[in-house]
C-alpha cells in the first residue's frame, strides 16, 4: 500500500495519482461499519478494474474546529490504521493534514481539488458522511458536486444492538471498562502496540503506550504478542499520571524496548495481578 501525505493548496502535479475507487471518513479503529465501506468500496474497484483509495484525514477533526468531544487520542492512530487497510486490500492511501486552510474548503472546492483532481472514478462513503465547510457536503448531494466525474456509493448504517456501529461507541465502552463489550461492533478485540519502557519487579513490565485511547484504569485480563508468540497476563492501568504495567502468566519476562501488543479480554478483580493462574 502506498500512503501519500497531501495539504492544502494541493500541488497536483507532484501528486502520485491514478484513476481509482475512493472510500472516505476519518476511520478511527476501522470498526465492522468501516470495513463494510472498505468491502463495498473494493468490489467497486473490482468491477471497474480501477485502484482501491482511500482518503482519512490527520489529526482529528476535533482538533481544529470546535466540536462537542476532542478526540486527542485514537482507536488507530496513524500506523496501526495504515496495517489494518493494507490488510483490508487498500492499495493508496491519501492522508489529508486537516488544518484550517483544508477545514474552510468549500463542499464544491473539495470535490473539485481532492476527489477530481486526484482522479476519483467512484466514491463511497457511510449514510452520513459530510464534507466541506460546516460539513454543508453530505452523500446527498456529493453526486452534484461531482458533476458526473464519478458515480457515488451510499453505505447504508450498520447496526449492533440497535445502534449505529461508531469510534465513538468503541470510545465510550473503553471509557466504562467494557473491553468485552468491544468486539461485537469492532468486529475484535481491542488491541494497543507499545514498548517494554520497564522492568519492575517479580516480571511486572511497565509498557510506553503512545497515540491509543486507553481503557478507563483498572486491571484486565490480556494477551500479548511478543515476537510472534502469544501469552496471557494482566495488565494494570493507573491514571493520572497515565501509567500501563504488564505481567505475563507462567513468568514470561520481556526485554526492555521490545514491542508488545496488548489485546484487551475483559476487566478483572484485583488479586490475579499478584497471583497469576
Ligand atoms: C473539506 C472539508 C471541510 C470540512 N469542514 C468542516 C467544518 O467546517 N466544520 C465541521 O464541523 N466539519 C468539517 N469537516 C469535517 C466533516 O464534517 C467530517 O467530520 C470529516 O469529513 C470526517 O468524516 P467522517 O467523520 O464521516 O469520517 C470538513 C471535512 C472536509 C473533507
Ligand atoms: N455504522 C456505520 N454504518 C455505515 N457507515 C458508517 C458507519 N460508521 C461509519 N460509517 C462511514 O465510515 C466512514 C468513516 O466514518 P467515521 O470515521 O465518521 O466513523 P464513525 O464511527 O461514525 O466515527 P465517530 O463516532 O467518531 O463519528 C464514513 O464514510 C462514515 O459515513
Known amino acids: 500500500m502506498e500512503t501519500i501525505h497531501v495539504q492544502h493548496p494541493l500541488n497536483i502535479e507532484r501528486v502520485n495519482k491514478e484513476p481509482c475507487v475512493m472510500a472516505l471518513g476519518f476511520?478511527?479503529?476501522?470498526?465492522?461499519?468501516?470495513?463494510?465501506?472498505?468491502?463495498?468500496?473494493?468490489?467497486?474497484?473490482?468491477?471497474?478494474?480501477?485502484?482501491?483509495?482511500?482518503?482519512?484525514?490527520?489529526?482529528?477533526?476535533?482538533?481544529?474546529?470546535?466540536?462537542?468531544?476532542?478526540v486527542d487520542h485514537y482507536l488507530s492512530p496513524l500506523e496501526a490504521k495504515r496495517g489494518i487497510l493494507a490488510k483490508l486490500g487498500v492499495q493508496k492511501?491519501?492522508?489529508?493534514?486537516?488544518?484550517?486552510?483544508?477545514?474552510?474548503?468549500?463542499?464544491?472546492?473539495?470535490?473539485?481539488?481532492?476527489?477530481?483532481?486526484?482522479?476519483?472514478?467512484?466514491?463511497?462513503?457511510?449514510?452520513?458522511?459530510?464534507?466541506?465547510f460546516k460539513g454543508q457536503g453530505n452523500m446527498g448531494n456529493l453526486a452534484e458536486f461531482g458533476k458526473?466525474?464519478?458515480?457515488?456509493?451510499?453505505?447504508?448504517?450498520?447496526?449492533?444492538?440497535?445502534?449505529?456501529?461508531?469510534?465513538?461507541?468503541?470510545?465510550?465502552?473503553?471509557?466504562?471498562?467494557?473491553?468485552n463489550g468491544i468486539p461485537e461492533f469492532l468486529g475484535d478485540f481491542y488491541k494497543v502496540t507499545g514498548q517494554i519502557a520497564k522492568h519492575g519487579d517479580s516480571e511486572c513490565h511497565e509498557v510506553r503506550i503512545e497515540d491509543y485511547l486507553l481503557p478507563h484504569k483498572g486491571i484486565y485480563e490480556i494477551s500479548a504478542e511478543m515476537a510472534d508468540?502469544?501469552?496471557?497476563?494482566?495488565?494494570?492501568?493507573?491514571?493520572?499520571?497515565?501509567?500501563?504495567?504488564?505481567?505475563?502468566?507462567?513468568?514470561?519476562?520481556?526485554?526492555?524496548?521490545?514491542?508488545?501488543?496488548?489485546?484487551?479480554i475483559k476487566k478483572t478483580s484485583s488479586h490475579r495481578m499478584l497471583q497469576p493462574v
Not at 47 to 61: G, I, W
Not at 112 to 117: R, S
Open 27 to 70: 476511520f478511527d479503529g476501522l470498526h465492522i461499519g468501516h470495513q463494510e465501506i472498505i468491502r463495498t468500496a473494493k468490489k467497486r474497484a473490482e468491477e471497474r478494474n480501477l485502484a482501491l483509495a482511500l482518503m482519512t484525514f490527520s489529526p482529528h477533526p476535533s482538533q481544529i474546529i470546535p466540536m462537542k468531544k476532542k
Open 93 to 132: 492511501l491519501y492522508v489529508v493534514t486537516f488544518d484550517h486552510a483544508f477545514a474552510k474548503l468549500t463542499p464544491a472546492e473539495f470535490v473539485d481539488h481532492y476527489l477530481i483532481d486526484l482522479q476519483c472514478r467512484h466514491a463511497v462513503a457511510g449514510f452520513d458522511f459530510s464534507f466541506g
Open 148 to 179: 458526473g466525474a464519478f458515480g457515488v456509493t451510499t453505505v447504508p448504517k450498520v447496526e449492533r444492538q440497535g445502534q449505529k456501529v461508531s469510534s465513538t461507541l468503541i470510545r465510550s465502552l473503553l471509557a466504562s471498562g467494557n473491553v
Open 229 to 264: 508468540a502469544v501469552y496471557n497476563g494482566v495488565c494494570m492501568i493507573e491514571d493520572d499520571p497515565i501509567k500501563v504495567y504488564v505481567k505475563l502468566f507462567n513468568s514470561v519476562k520481556a526485554r526492555h524496548k521490545e514491542t508488545i501488543q496488548i489485546k484487551w
